[in-house]
């Protein structure tokens, strides 16, 4: 990791916008595709003022079609450029899941590396903005299950350029999701100029010994919660934002459920299927014998997210989060 | 000879913007009478809209989506459907639906966060609002196909925006209506733009209604602002897909004044001026009540009677909605499948359970 010397407070995605200016800056081959990420700066405004700063032809308003969008920027990665694609909202990313799915993944498998895809696709994603429907899926376990492709989530402005910078100098193609629920949640130090947040590393955010909590995006917020809740309750959590879905930081997982030999994991995307699923496995594979309580998951449902008038309850909050770490000490 | 494509697909006119016909093609139906109930539908329809508007405002709804100046397009292609037929909108036409109607506590309800809002009455086949652009096209073309091999006389009409057309499902939607010549009527409001994209950046073609010659069957350009046109080119196209005789295009141009929805600042992006613009020279409330007038059709007191009707009506499906407050939770659980599966199940008795305790 480099680390810059000037820092300024930003937003999350303040922090999404100044990596992207700084990649475009330092990199020629950066292109920024999307509905309305030019002249508009995009619809979270993530992409504002880069059009007026490098011109149409590096900063692109597309047409209406994701898999238009994803499709062009395969051919664009292949032949030298690194897109960098904004699909509006994660919800509608479905009609380019065909060109993610059999090309974007496997196109350097298929051609023994002659040929490789390193390209970006951003995706605002998550409940809790009173979104209309489709707006607010999580979706990142259909991607987490595709080989070939990395998932980034950060839940903090820092992590946020740090990991989009990774994205983008990445040889592969990285989803790179941003919780639209925290993009204006306080403010954060964010350095100037380039560094990175290395992929596949998760972060300790908090120091426990009973329990382990393991969460990304938006949900860090509410695992922290809970957390310092049953700190007062006299139960210490150790708590894990994985920031990676794939590869998952299998040391940090391994190393901190050795240590208190329980663990919650709390997701928003529904349970069935879920990241949880992995971590579950992952750590029966390397500390079952370390475990002292069956391992909780606190996630959506399967029930397509609900409008929002019924959204809060769906989102796991804290209050069920404290009820699986006092279940998962209680056993 | 012209051969460019604008003469191809000329923009078709009944009422120009002084009020004037500027053809005889329909002389003989156009009454008083249906002057009238375009009146009473559209005034209806605008007053709903900045309802919408205030009701975001106010924070009584959430993000809602505005469609002033696009009411003549909904309003004269409803009106051209029968019951039965099948509406399917997107997230900008409930103009269209409440005109073909929907139910007006129910479309609030949508824009308040609630899932009612995309169940319509029993007996209208009223299809929820699509909100993933273009995916709506196919269904529209797969319920005509439906209509056909039941060798029903009803037909399909679907909305979708100029944005639209770049996604891949309106060209399939528009080839499989072809082959299979589907009674399907694909409605396309041209309000040039798509959120800030305007409409020279989306496509090269000169027009929308172009895009029928690739799938050989009949597209028209109408002037989506005067419902006239809209209604008997909309009906054409009606009658055609009734008797058996396939789908159609119809590229209406309109022009929404307003942001693309409450969260979107259009000056971001274009000159709102020209809206004021549009609404002075082209509007399609001013333009119908300026023809009632040269016809003699115009009476004020009616018309202060027509709007206080629709205000009315309107504040009732406005308490109407406020009264619910919350969907049952269950909901959330009850309608994922038609028969019980274990892990909806479980999860639903883990909610109930937990809710219990708090
Ligand atoms: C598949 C998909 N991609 C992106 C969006 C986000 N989005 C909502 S409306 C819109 C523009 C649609 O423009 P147009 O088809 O012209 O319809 P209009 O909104 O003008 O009525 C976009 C990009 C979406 N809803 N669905
Ligand atoms: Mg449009």
């Avoid at chain 1, 606190?298 to 909050?317: C, H, K, Q, S």
């Avoid at chain 2, 100029?162 to 209506?177: I, Q, R, V, Y």
């Avoid at chain 2, 942001?259 to 004021?276: G, I, N, V």
């Amino acid at each position: 990791m480099t680390v810059a010397i000037n820092t300024k407070k930003m937003t999350l995605v303040q922090a999404v916008t100044d990596g992207l200016r700084t990649m475009l800056e330092e990199d020629e081959r950066v292109l920024l595709l999307g509905e309305d990420v030019g002249v508009n700066g995009g619809v979270f405004r993530a992409t504002d003022g880069l059009c007026e700063a490098f011109g149409e032809e590096r900063v692109i308003d597309t047409p209406l079609a994701e898999s238009g969008i994803v499709g062009t920027s395969i051919g664009l990665a292949m032949n030298g450029f690194i897109p960098i694609v904004e699909i509006q909202f994660l919800g509608f990313i479905y009609p380019a899941f065909n060109q993610i799915m059999t090309h974007a993944t496997r196109i350097r498998a298929r051609t023994k590396g002659r040929f490789t895809v390193p390209m970006v696709i951003r995706a605002p994603y998550g409940a809790g903005v009173r979104a209309p429907e489709i707006h607010s899926d999580s979706a990142e376990a259909l991607f987490t299950h595709m080989p070939g492709i990395k998932v980034v989530v950060p839940s903090n402005p820092y992590d946020a350029k740090g990991l989009l910078i990774a994205s983008i100098e990445d040889p592969d193609p990285v989803l790179f999701l941003e919780p639209m629920k925290i993009y204006r949640a306080g403010k954060g130090e964010v350095p100037e100029g380039k560094y990175t947040v290395e992929i596949g590393k998760g972060n300790r955010l908090k120091e426990g010994e009973d329990v382990s909590i393991f969460a990304w995006g938006a949900m860090v917020k509410v695992a922290m919660d809970a957390a310092e809740k049953m700190e007062e309750k006299g139960v210490s959590c150790d708590v894990i934002d994985l920031r990676t879905l794939y590869p998952l930081d299998k040391d940090i997982i391994a190393e901190t459920v050795q240590k208190t030999g329980r663990a919650v994991i709390v997701h928003e995307a529904p349970l069935s299927g879920g990241v949880g699923s992995d971590i579950v496995s992952l750590i029966n594979d390397t500390s079952f014998l370390y475990m002292r309580a069956p391992i909780e998951r606190v996630a959506g449902f399967d029930t397509p997210m609900p409008f929002f008038n019924l959204e809060d309850d769906y989102i796991p909050d804290s209050t069920r989060v404290q009820k699986a770490i006092e279940k998962a000490v209680s056993f | 000879m012209n051969t460019s494509i604008e003469s191809q697909f000329p923009t078709y006119q009944i009422i120009d913007g002084e009020g004037n016909m500027v053809n005889d093609d329909y002389k003989s139906e156009i009454t008083e009478e249906l002057a009238r109930k375009f009146y009473e539908k559209m005034i209806f329809a605008r007053l709903f809209d900045r309802k919408g508007v205030n009701l975001q405002r106010q924070g009584r709804i959430g993000t809602y989506v505005p469609f002033e100046g696009q009411e003549a397009a909904q309003i004269g292609s409803a009106l051209a459907l029968e019951d039965g037929d099948w509406m399917f909108p997107t997230y900008r036409d409930h103009g269209a639906t409440s005109a073909f109607g929907h139910s007006l506590k129910n479309i609030f309800l949508y824009w308040r966060g609630f899932i009612e809002g995309c169940v319509p009455p029993e007996g209208k086949n009223i299809f929820p609002p699509a909100v993933p652009i273009a995916s709506q096209i196919l269904h529209a073309t797969g319920t005509a196909w439906a209509d056909k091999k039941k060798g029903n006389d009803r037909v399909s009409l679907v909305y979708f925006g100029d944005g639209a057309t770049s996604e891949g499902d309106f060209h399939e939607g528009l080839n499989f209506a072809s082959v299979f010549n589907v009674p399907a009527i694909f409605f396309n409001q041209n309000n040039g733009f798509a959120i800030s994209l305007p409409i020279n950046k989306q496509m090269k073609s000169k027009t929308i209604a172009q895009k029928a010659l690739a799938y050989d069957i009949p597209g028209v350009r109408v002037d989506g602002n005067d419902i006239f046109a809209v209604y008997f080119e909309t009906k054409k196209a009606v009658d055609r897909a009734r008797n058996g005789e396939g789908p159609s295009l119809i590229e209406a141009l309109t022009w929404r004044y307003g942001a693309h929805t409450t969260t979107d600042d259009p000056t971001k992006y274009r000159d709102q001026h020209e809206s004021h613009e549009r609404r002075e020279k082209y509007d399609p409330m001013t333009r119908l009540e300026k023809f009632m007038q040269k016809q003699g059709y115009w009476d004020e007191e009616w018309a202060e009677e027509v709007q206080k009707d629709a205000s009315r009506r309107l504040d009732e499906a406005v308490e109407e909605m406020e009264k619910v407050e919350k969907s049952d939770e269950a909901v959330m659980f009850d309608y994922v499948f038609g028969t019980d599966v274990w892990p909806v199940e479980e999860q639903k008795q883990a909610f109930f359970a937990d809710r219990s305790e708090r």
